[in-house]
């Protein structure tokens, strides 16, 4: 230790080369700067370290301006974006007409269906019965009413019922019209019986018939 | 809205017109003398700059990022194969670089010579050197000292070519003549 010491205190030319390649900043110790002032080798490596030092890079002068760089976009990059472009309107195009097509086939010409022939029947309003002297005055409503009653009151006139399967002519208007509601599922008829009813010699006793009310205005 | 265009184009000819001269005379330095190269490299590393000159307004900060992406750029790019060893030659003389140390600085690899440039002639401070070679300070300071030693190893043969009294003087060799004036000064007056 004490004689690597001895060594590099013995060695000032190495000792100032080891200062001149790390540190040239500060100052160098005194032995050393002694050593250097009488050195013709250290004394040409602080020359060359000077070299550098007397170099001005500012008289290179101004380099060439470069214009600011402006992105501009290849033509096959506008070309394929109009491309692209045509496409997609192209296929909303052709995408709403074809909607617009399958949306006209279904409001349009009124088409008839099946259940409307089976249906045609039932979904008008029921016919009239026949008037009779004893039939009591029925209470007005306005909806009409899309099944049948059957009449109780005169066992002995007896409707046809309607046959089921075939259509039936309305009586009154036809039944071709929109306001045909499919989901009125018709009560069956009531079954007549196959044997006559014997008709009772004691007249039957009429109903007492309603007295309409009068509705209070207001 | 013309008021900071204007503002900006004068901030950013400021930072140009601060910067550009040395930066050239970095990539020259750095490129052997390829005027070409060197001129793409500061230009473009300019260029960048100017467009984020209102970020760099730290001068020495600025200095050193400039000269990041310029090494950036030298890296990226070959040598012109048209320039010829005179025209080197020439562009370096012309900033004031001296025959055995433009036949040094080519022996080092060049981001040992841009880390020379930007410590040795430059004197930027060891923070923006390991800026510039996108190290840390140890990193920064192991390739500076490598720098060195090439640099002067490479320097010898010239230098002890050259006469005592060509050997030319500069800022260096006077601060060591008055640190030993300093050191021999009592010595002569004790004796």
């Known amino acids: ?218 | 809205m013309s008021n900071d265009l204007t503002e900006t184009d004068l901030l950013r000819a400021a930072f140009r017109d601060l910067h550009g001269a040395r930066l050239h005379g970095f990539a020259l330095l750095v490129a052997e003398g390829d005027r070409t190269r060197a001129a793409h490299a500061a230009s473009t590393a300019l260029a960048a700059g100017a467009r984020r000159a209102v970020e760099l307004r730290h001068p020495e900060r600025a200095a050193a990022w400039l000269r990041r992406r310029a090494l950036t750029e030298l890296k990226r790019t070959r040598a012109s194969p048209h320039v010829t060893p005179v025209e080197r030659h020439a562009a370096l003389v012309g900033i004031g670089a001296a025959e055995p140390a433009i036949a040094a600085l080519a022996e080092l690899t060049q981001v040992r010579r841009a880390a020379l440039v930007a410590g040795l002639v430059e004197r930027f401070a060891l923070t923006d050197v390991a800026t510039i070679l996108g190290t840390d300070l140890v990193g920064a300071q192991r390739a500076l000292s490598g720098a060195r030693r090439e640099y002067l190893t490479a320097t010898s043969q010239w230098m002890q070519n050259l006469p005592s009294a060509a050997i030319p003087g500069g800022a260096l060799a006077e601060r060591v003549d008055q640190v030993a004036s300093r050191a021999v000064g009592p010595r002569r007056i004790d004796a």
């Open chain 1, 1 to 218: 230790m004490a004689r690597g010491k001895e060594a590099r205190t013995r060695d000032p030319h190495r000792r100032f080369t080891e200062w001149l390649e790390t540190n040239s900043v500060d100052d160098p110790p005194r032995d050393l700067a002694v050593h250097a002032a009488v050195c013709v080798a250290c004394q040409q490596r602080i020359s060359a370290l000077d070299m550098l030092t007397a170099i001005d890079p500012a008289l290179a002068g101004m380099p060439p301006v470069l214009p600011v760089p402006v992105v501009v976009w290849p033509r096959t990059v506008g070309r394929a974006a109009v491309v692209a472009g045509g496409v997609a309107a192209l296929t909303v195009v052709g995408i709403g007409s074809w909607r617009l097509i399958e949306a006209s086939s279904l409001v349009g010409p009124a088409v008839v269906s099946p259940t409307q022939a089976v249906l045609g029947g039932t979904g008008g309003p029921a016919p009239t019965p026949p008037p009779s002297p004893t039939a009591s005055p029925q209470p007005s409503s306005d909806k009409p009413s899309t099944t049948e009653q059957p009449s109780t009151a005169q066992p002995s006139v007896v409707a046809p019922p309607p046959v089921i399967g075939q259509p039936t002519p309305p009586p009154v208007q036809p039944t071709l019209r929109p306001t045909v509601r499919p989901t009125v599922t018709p009560r069956p008829p009531t079954p007549v019986p196959s044997t006559p009813t014997p008709v009772p010699q004691t007249p039957t006793p009429e109903p007492p018939t309603p007295t309409p009310t009068a509705t209070p205005s207001q």
